[in-house]
């Protein structure tokens, strides 16, 4: 009897770990609101919530657009890999990846334990009319529209390798973040059903 309740409780507090551990991870170009909806979502499930762009300018005291000018993208980069890398290593949360991040293999290595990958995917030209003069976001600001566009089509077939796509173009906000929900409700089955 003692020994029943005792493994009932182990597996259930086991289903509830595997649960946390797993960090849902919104990755997908500039202006695809990873930021927006990663804080929406996290509050829906109660989980906190880290956008590493934030991160990575709350640790360096610099904004990005600074660390681009001052440091350039080759040194950007690569704390952008460290910070990344770290975020992921801890559990049960929402983050927000930066655009360039998911390029990245070590990067993508890292997210393949305890992470689910969601790429938000819009078309070229509704991400180009909400980056397009942006002051904030360096890539933007030396790349000319035709050349935005081949790089969301370059950057599109790395994307591509996230567990899920969620096609955001007829969408709003509350839909996107519905499919988002549907998506943790599903891995949480996943999860239960494997144990
Ligand atoms: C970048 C995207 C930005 C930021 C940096 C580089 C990129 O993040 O990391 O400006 O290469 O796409 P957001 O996608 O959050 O804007």
Redesign the pocket.
């Known amino acids: 009897m003692f020994n029943n309740f005792k493994i009932r409780h182990i597996y259930v507090f086991s289903i509830k770990k595997s649960l946390m551990e797993k960090n849902l991870v919104l990755i997908g170009?500039?202006?695809s609101g990873?930021?927006t909806i990663g804080k929406i979502v996290a509050s829906k499930l109660k989980l906190n919530f880290v956008d590493v762009?934030k991160k990575i300018e709350s640790l360096s005291g610099l904004k990005?657009s600074e660390i681009f000018k001052k440091k350039g993208e080759i040194f950007f980069r690569k704390f952008?890999e460290e910070v990344s890398i770290n975020v992921l290593k801890s559990e049960c949360k929402i983050v927000?990846l930066?655009?360039?991040?998911f390029l990245n293999d070590n990067i993508r290595n890292a997210l393949r334990s305890k992470n689910i990958s969601i790429w938000l995917k819009w078309n070229s030209q509704l991400l180009i009319s909400r980056i397009i003069n942006s002051k904030t976001?360096?890539?933007v600001n030396k790349l000319s529209e035709k050349e935005l566009i081949k790089l969301i089509e370059n950057r599109s077939k790395i994307y591509s390798k996230a567990d899920y796509k969620i096609n955001c173009d007829k969408l709003d906000k509350n839909e996107i973040t519905k499919k988002i929900l549907d998506i943790y409700k599903n891995e949480k089955n996943i999860s239960k059903n494997t144990q």
Do not use: V
């Open positions: 170009m500039m202006g990873k930021s762009d990005i952008e927000a930066g655009g360039g991040a976001r360096p890539i």
